[in-house]
Protein backbone atom coordinates (compact mmCIF):
# COMPACT_ATOMS: atom_id res chain seq x y z
CA UNK A 1 0.00 0.00 0.00
CA UNK A 2 1.48 3.42 -1.09
CA UNK A 3 0.12 6.10 1.04
CA UNK A 4 -0.53 10.04 -0.30
CA UNK A 5 -1.51 12.85 1.24
CA UNK A 6 -3.20 16.17 -0.85
CA UNK A 7 -0.68 19.36 -1.33
CA UNK A 8 -2.84 22.68 -2.21
CA UNK A 9 -0.49 24.10 -5.04
CA UNK A 10 -0.20 26.69 -7.45
CA UNK A 11 -0.31 26.20 -11.65
CA UNK A 12 3.22 26.70 -12.62
CA UNK A 13 1.90 27.34 -16.06
CA UNK A 14 -0.87 30.11 -15.05
CA UNK A 15 0.21 31.94 -11.75
CA UNK A 16 -2.88 33.84 -11.49
CA UNK A 17 -5.52 30.65 -11.46
CA UNK A 18 -6.43 29.37 -8.36
CA UNK A 19 -4.94 26.73 -5.90
CA UNK A 20 -5.65 23.11 -6.13
CA UNK A 21 -4.87 19.71 -4.36
CA UNK A 22 -2.45 17.41 -5.85
CA UNK A 23 -1.38 14.11 -4.72
CA UNK A 24 2.25 13.54 -2.95
CA UNK A 25 3.64 10.49 -1.80
CA UNK A 26 4.38 9.71 2.06
CA UNK A 27 7.71 7.51 1.92
CA UNK A 28 7.79 5.29 4.51
CA UNK A 29 11.11 5.31 5.33
CA UNK A 30 14.20 4.66 3.20
CA UNK A 31 16.70 1.29 2.60
CA UNK A 32 20.50 1.71 2.27
CA UNK A 33 23.09 -0.05 0.65
CA UNK A 34 23.68 -1.70 3.45
CA UNK A 35 20.55 -3.11 4.38
CA UNK A 36 20.28 -4.09 1.17
CA UNK A 37 23.68 -5.90 1.22
CA UNK A 38 21.48 -7.57 4.59
CA UNK A 39 18.22 -8.54 2.88
CA UNK A 40 20.02 -10.30 -0.09
CA UNK A 41 22.14 -12.11 2.27
CA UNK A 42 19.47 -13.46 3.59
CA UNK A 43 17.99 -14.86 0.13
CA UNK A 44 21.40 -16.26 -0.69
CA UNK A 45 24.50 -18.15 0.58
CA UNK A 46 26.30 -14.94 0.81
CA UNK A 47 26.91 -13.49 3.93
CA UNK A 48 26.08 -9.63 4.49
CA UNK A 49 29.47 -8.08 4.02
CA UNK A 50 29.96 -10.28 0.50
CA UNK A 51 26.61 -8.63 -0.57
CA UNK A 52 27.54 -5.33 0.18
CA UNK A 53 30.90 -5.76 -1.52
CA UNK A 54 29.04 -6.71 -4.61
CA UNK A 55 26.10 -4.16 -4.59
CA UNK A 56 29.56 -1.34 -3.97
CA UNK A 57 31.19 -2.60 -6.89
CA UNK A 58 27.87 -2.08 -8.78
CA UNK A 59 27.44 1.07 -7.76
CA UNK A 60 31.04 2.04 -9.00
CA UNK A 61 30.85 0.28 -12.02
CA UNK A 62 27.52 1.69 -13.22
CA UNK A 63 29.11 4.85 -12.31
CA UNK A 64 32.31 3.93 -14.55
CA UNK A 65 30.29 2.84 -17.86
CA UNK A 66 28.16 5.40 -17.94
CA UNK A 67 31.25 8.02 -17.90
CA UNK A 68 32.19 5.95 -20.52
CA UNK A 69 29.18 6.63 -22.22
CA UNK A 70 27.68 3.34 -22.25
CA UNK A 71 24.25 2.25 -21.66
CA UNK A 72 23.52 0.02 -18.34
CA UNK A 73 21.30 -2.54 -18.82
CA UNK A 74 20.41 -3.89 -15.40
CA UNK A 75 18.13 -7.03 -16.15
CA UNK A 76 14.61 -6.83 -14.35
CA UNK A 77 15.78 -3.57 -12.88
CA UNK A 78 16.08 -1.21 -15.82
CA UNK A 79 18.44 0.68 -18.13
CA UNK A 80 20.32 3.63 -17.45
CA UNK A 81 21.78 6.16 -19.99
CA UNK A 82 22.88 9.43 -20.91
CA UNK A 83 21.27 12.43 -22.16
CA UNK A 84 22.09 15.96 -22.52
CA UNK A 85 20.50 19.14 -23.91
CA UNK A 86 21.92 21.91 -25.77
CA UNK A 87 21.76 24.95 -27.70
CA UNK A 88 20.68 24.97 -31.32
CA UNK A 89 23.62 26.43 -33.96
CA UNK A 90 22.80 27.49 -37.38
CA UNK A 91 25.43 25.58 -38.73
CA UNK A 92 27.38 22.89 -37.59
CA UNK A 93 30.78 24.54 -37.48
CA UNK A 94 29.55 26.65 -34.45
CA UNK A 95 28.79 24.23 -32.07
CA UNK A 96 30.78 23.18 -29.83
CA UNK A 97 30.93 20.73 -26.81
CA UNK A 98 30.37 24.17 -24.56
CA UNK A 99 26.64 24.32 -26.59
CA UNK A 100 25.94 21.24 -24.47
CA UNK A 101 23.91 22.97 -21.27
CA UNK A 102 22.25 20.00 -19.35
CA UNK A 103 23.63 16.12 -18.93
CA UNK A 104 20.98 13.73 -17.21
CA UNK A 105 21.20 9.85 -16.64
CA UNK A 106 18.32 8.39 -17.77
CA UNK A 107 16.27 5.91 -15.93
CA UNK A 108 14.06 3.16 -18.51
CA UNK A 109 12.55 0.56 -15.88
CA UNK A 110 12.05 -2.59 -16.70
CA UNK A 111 8.91 -4.72 -17.47
CA UNK A 112 8.70 -5.89 -14.27
CA UNK A 113 8.88 -2.43 -12.40
CA UNK A 114 6.11 -1.03 -14.79
CA UNK A 115 3.91 -3.96 -14.24
CA UNK A 116 4.78 -3.04 -10.03
CA UNK A 117 3.90 1.00 -11.03
CA UNK A 118 0.95 -0.85 -12.78
CA UNK A 119 -0.32 -3.01 -10.05
CA UNK A 120 0.31 -0.28 -6.89
CA UNK A 121 -2.70 0.41 -4.61
CA UNK A 122 -3.49 4.14 -3.18
CA UNK A 123 -4.23 5.05 0.47
CA UNK A 124 -5.33 8.53 1.35
CA UNK A 125 -4.78 9.43 4.26
CA UNK A 126 -6.63 11.67 6.28
CA UNK A 127 -5.19 15.04 7.44
CA UNK A 128 -3.01 15.37 10.55
CA UNK A 129 -2.14 11.71 10.43
CA UNK A 130 1.46 11.19 11.00
CA UNK A 131 3.23 8.25 9.25
CA UNK A 132 6.81 7.10 11.12
Known amino acids: MIY ?4 KKKN ?3 VNAPEKFYASTISM ?6 KMAEKISYQSTLTPGDCYNVLSALEKNVIDELSE ?10 TFRLSVSSEGKE ?8 SIKKKRILFLP ?4 KEMLRNLNFLKL ?6 P
Not at 110 to 113: D, N, R, V
Open 69 to 78: GKIVRLGELG
Open 110 to 113: SKGL
Open 12 to 14: PGD
Open 29 to 34: GSVDLR
Open 91 to 98: TEGEFTSN
Open 126 to 131: PPRVVV
Open 4 to 7: FKLL
